[in-house]
Protein backbone atom coordinates (compact mmCIF):
# COMPACT_ATOMS: atom_id res chain seq x y z
CA UNK A 1 0.00 0.00 0.00
CA UNK A 2 0.88 3.56 -0.74
CA UNK A 3 -0.06 6.24 1.70
CA UNK A 4 -0.20 9.47 0.49
CA UNK A 5 -2.04 11.93 2.64
CA UNK A 6 -4.22 11.67 5.93
CA UNK A 7 -3.41 7.88 6.22
CA UNK A 8 -5.52 7.13 2.81
CA UNK A 9 -4.27 4.21 1.45
CA UNK A 10 -3.95 3.41 -2.09
CA UNK A 11 -6.08 0.96 -3.32
CA UNK A 12 -3.62 -0.54 -6.23
CA UNK A 13 -0.30 0.72 -7.23
CA UNK A 14 1.16 -1.33 -9.88
CA UNK A 15 4.81 -1.35 -11.74
CA UNK A 16 5.58 -3.76 -14.69
CA UNK A 17 8.85 -3.54 -16.73
CA UNK A 18 8.85 -5.29 -20.05
CA UNK A 19 12.21 -5.01 -22.00
CA UNK A 20 11.65 -1.40 -23.13
CA UNK A 21 8.17 -0.51 -21.67
CA UNK A 22 7.05 0.25 -18.55
CA UNK A 23 3.78 0.26 -17.35
CA UNK A 24 2.48 1.85 -14.85
CA UNK A 25 -1.20 0.75 -13.13
CA UNK A 26 -2.79 2.99 -10.30
CA UNK A 27 -6.58 3.00 -8.64
CA UNK A 28 -7.02 5.59 -5.67
CA UNK A 29 -10.09 5.22 -3.90
CA UNK A 30 -10.26 9.23 -2.42
CA UNK A 31 -10.99 12.40 -4.70
CA UNK A 32 -8.92 15.15 -4.21
CA UNK A 33 -5.22 13.68 -4.12
CA UNK A 34 -4.33 13.71 -7.66
CA UNK A 35 -2.02 16.48 -7.21
CA UNK A 36 -0.18 14.81 -3.95
CA UNK A 37 -0.14 11.56 -6.10
CA UNK A 38 1.34 13.12 -9.31
CA UNK A 39 3.94 15.04 -7.06
CA UNK A 40 5.14 11.53 -5.29
CA UNK A 41 4.74 9.57 -8.80
CA UNK A 42 6.58 11.90 -10.94
CA UNK A 43 10.40 11.87 -9.25
CA UNK A 44 10.39 8.44 -9.58
CA UNK A 45 9.21 7.78 -13.26
CA UNK A 46 11.61 10.83 -14.46
CA UNK A 47 14.48 8.68 -12.85
CA UNK A 48 13.55 5.20 -14.42
CA UNK A 49 13.44 7.34 -17.53
CA UNK A 50 16.86 8.48 -16.91
CA UNK A 51 18.28 5.14 -15.26
CA UNK A 52 16.99 3.36 -18.58
CA UNK A 53 17.68 5.23 -22.23
CA UNK A 54 15.11 4.60 -24.70
CA UNK A 55 12.41 3.82 -22.20
CA UNK A 56 8.67 4.24 -23.62
CA UNK A 57 6.61 4.81 -20.47
CA UNK A 58 2.62 3.45 -20.70
CA UNK A 59 0.19 4.63 -17.53
CA UNK A 60 -3.27 4.79 -16.42
CA UNK A 61 -4.09 5.95 -13.25
CA UNK A 62 -7.21 6.85 -11.53
CA UNK A 63 -8.01 9.15 -8.66
CA UNK A 64 -11.59 8.73 -7.41
CA UNK A 65 -13.25 7.37 -10.41
CA UNK A 66 -11.38 10.12 -12.93
CA UNK A 67 -8.42 9.33 -14.88
CA UNK A 68 -4.85 11.65 -13.87
CA UNK A 69 -2.84 12.31 -17.00
CA UNK A 70 0.81 11.93 -15.99
CA UNK A 71 2.29 13.36 -19.30
CA UNK A 72 1.18 16.71 -18.66
CA UNK A 73 3.74 17.51 -15.68
CA UNK A 74 4.79 14.38 -15.19
CA UNK A 75 7.78 12.07 -16.34
CA UNK A 76 9.04 12.61 -20.02
CA UNK A 77 8.16 10.33 -22.49
CA UNK A 78 4.89 9.48 -21.05
CA UNK A 79 2.00 8.24 -23.53
CA UNK A 80 -0.75 8.55 -20.82
CA UNK A 81 -2.09 5.61 -22.30
Known amino acids: ?3 I ?3 APSEMLLFY ?5 MYVYGILEEEGVEADF ?3 LTPYLKGMM ?3 E ?4 FSC ?4 CKKVKMNEEGAEGDNGQ
Do not use: E, P
Open 17 to 21: LLKKK
Open 50 to 52: KAQ
Open 38 to 40: KDL
Open 61 to 64: IYVG
Open 5 to 7: QKN
Open 1 to 3: MLW
Open 54 to 57: GLDL
